[in-house]
C-alpha cells in the first residue's frame, strides 16, 4: 500500500467550531494516522490541543468533552511526506503575525521545500519543525504585503507543488488550493457556519450542505462580512490527482466533483470487460477494492464472495513505513475465510499494485487457505513512477512495476494471472483533469529536488 499524506478541516462562524472541528476529523482520519490537531478562536483566546496517534485517543483521556464554546476553528491529521513523525510536526501551527496570530494546516507537498528553506535560513530564519508546511508561514510573515491576502498571495507565487490549506486567524479563515488543484478540499454549510473539509464524508457526517470545491489557484475567505472569493491569474491546466479516486478517499465522499463510489464501480465494470477471467467467484482486497471487485464480478457473470475479513484493529498498511512492518500488518490484518476460498478457482481484485510485498504475502495467506487457482485483477494501471505532490513515494526501485515486466510481477507475487487496467480506460474522457504522473512520468511540475 502507498502512504497518504493528511486530512484537513475548519469551521467558521460556529459556537460549537472546535467540535465540529473534532468530529469532522473523525471522519477524515483514513487519511493520516499519525496524530492530530486543533486550533480553536474562543472569548478569552487560542485554544490548541494536539495529540500523536488516533482522535479515539483523545477521547480517553477526556478531552472531547471539554472544548470551550469557540466561533472559529482548525483541524488536521497527519501522516508524514515532509518531515519525521513527532509531536513537533503535528499541525495546525501557529505563529505571532503583526498584531495577530496565525495558525495553518496543509495537506499537499511543496516540491521547492528544500531550496526556500535553504533561502530562509541564511536569512536568519528560526524553524520549529522539519515539515514543509512551516515554509508557508515564513513566507507569508516576512512578506512586504499591506495585509494577510496580499501575503497568501506572495506565498502562493514562490512555493511550488500541491497544497490544499487552511489558515485562521482572531477575525477570518482562509482556504487556499493549489493552481493545478492536486488536493481536494471542500466547502459546505450548516447552520450558517461556513465549513471546509478535505472530503465531504466529513460534511454529511455533520448534516453540512455541500455547496462547491475550492477552485484550483482560489482563495476564499471567511470573516463576519461574509465569504469572499480570490484568484490568482492561472494558466496551469487543473491536474486533480488520480489515487485520491483510485484509494485514499472514503467511497462516500465527493471530491473535485468526483463521486468516489461510481469511478471505482466504473473502473470495476471496465476491467471486467476488459480482463475477464475462468474462476468459480470473486474475492475483494479489502476495503479499498471492495467496489471494484463487486462491479467486476457483476461485470463478467462470476458470484462476488467474501473471502478475506479485514480486522479493524489494524491500521492501514501504507501508515506503517517499514517494510517488516508492511509485511507482518498482512497477517494481522487480513483473515481468510476457508471455506469460502478452499479448492476454488479465485479472482482476487485490488484497487493498486504498489511494492508487491503486501501482496505476495497475501497471496500465501489464500493459497495456504485451499485456493486452487489465483487470478489477480489490478483497477489502476502499473504504479511505475513515484509522487512528489504529497504521497510518499520516495523512490522508483520501491514500486514493483518500474523494474519487473507484467510475467515477472505474475511470478514474483505467485498468482496464475495477472492484469491490470489500461491508464486510458481509467481516465476516460477526462484525461485532461488528472495528475497521472504515477503512472506515466509526465509530471505536471518540475521536480528539481528529489
Not at 267 to 293: E, N, R, Y
Not at 358 to 368: A, F, G, H, W
Not at 386 to 397: N, Q, W
Amino acid at each position: 500500500m502507498i502512504k497518504h499524506n493528511c486530512g484537513i478541516f475548519g469551521v467558521y462562524n460556529s459556537y460549537r467550531a472546535l467540535d465540529l472541528t473534532y468530529y469532522g476529523l473523525f471522519q477524515l482520519q483514513h487519511r493520516g494516522e499519525e496524530g492530530f490537531g486543533v486550533v480553536g478562536v474562543t472569548d478569552t483566546g487560542i485554544f490548541e490541543r494536539k495529540s500523536e496517534g488516533l482522535l479515539s485517543e483523545l477521547t480517553k483521556n477526556g478531552y472531547a468533552f471539554s472544548f470551550p464554546s469557540s466561533r472559529a476553528a482548525i483541524g488536521h491529521v497527519r501522516y508524514s511526506t515532509t518531515g519525521s513523525p513527532s509531536t513537533a510536526n503535528l499541525q495546525p501551527f501557529i505563529v505571532q503575525f503583526r498584531n495577530d496570530f496565525l495558525a495553518i494546516a496543509h495537506n499537499g507537498n511543496f516540491v521547492n521545500y528544500k531550496r526556500l528553506k535553504e533561502k530562509l535560513v541564511k536569512k536568519g530564519t528560526v524553524f520549529h519543525s522539519t515539515t514543509d508546511t512551516e515554509i508557508f508561514l515564513h513566507l507569508v510573515a516576512q512578506s512586504m504585503e499591506s495585509d494577510l491576502l496580499a501575503g497568501i498571495m506572495y506565498a502562493m507565487s514562490i512555493v511550488e507543488g500541491a497544497y490544499s490549506i487552511l489558515l485562521l486567524t482572531k477575525d477570518a479563515i482562509y482556504a487556499v488550493r493549489d493552481p493545478y488543484g492536486f488536493r481536494p478540499l471542500e466547502m459546505g454549510e450548516l447552520e450558517g457556519a461556513i465549513i471546509f473539509s478535505s472530503e465531504t464524508c466529513a460534511l454529511s457526517f455533520l448534516g453540512a450542505n455541500h455547496i462547491r470545491p475550492v477552485k484550483p489557484g482560489e482563495i476564499i475567505r471567511v470573516s463576519r462580512s461574509g465569504v469572499d472569493s480570490f484568484k490568482l491569474e492561472n494558466k496551469n491546466p487543473a491536474r486533480f490527482c488520480i489515487f485520491e479516486l483510485i484509494y485514499f478517499a472514503r467511497p462516500d465522499s465527493i471530491v473535485d466533483g468526483f463521486n468516489v463510489y461510481e469511478f471505482r464501480k466504473k473502473s470495476g465494470m471496465m476491467l471486467g470487460k476488459l480482463a475477464p477471467a475462468t474462476a468459480d467467484i470473486v474475492v475483494a482486497v479489502p476495503d479499498s477494492g471492495s467496489i471494484a471487485a463487486i462491479a467486476y464480478a457483476q461485470t463478467v457473470g462470476i458470484p462476488f464472495e467474501i473471502g478475506l475479513v479485514r480486522s479493524y484493529y489494524v491500521g492501514r498498511s501504507f501508515i506503517k513505513p517499514r517494510l517488516h512492518e508492511r509485511e507482518s500488518d498482512v497477517v494481522f490484518k487480513y483473515g481468510p475465510v476457508n471455506s469460502v476460498i478452499k479448492g476454488k478457482r479465485i479472482v482476487l481484485v485490488d484497487d493498486s499494485l504498489v511494492r508487491g510485498t503486501t501482496s505476495r504475502r497475501l497471496i500465501e495467506i489464500i493459497r495456504t487457505a485451499g485456493a486452487k487457482e489465483i487470478h489477480m485483477r489490478v483497477a489502476s494501471p502499473p504504479l511505475k513512477y513515484p509522487c512528489f505532490y504529497g504521497i510518499d513515494i520516495p523512490t522508483r526501485h520501491e514500486l514493483i512495476a518500474s523494474s519487473l515486466d507484467l510475467n515477472e510481477i505474475k511470478g514474483f507475487i505467485n498468482v496464475d494471472s495477472l492484469s491490470y487496467l489500461p491508464l486510458e480506460y481509467l481516465i476516460n474522457s477526462d484525461e485532461n483533469r488528472f495528475c497521472t504522473a504515477c503512472f506515466s512520468g509526465e509530471y505536471p511540475i518540475e521536480v528539481r529536488e528529489k
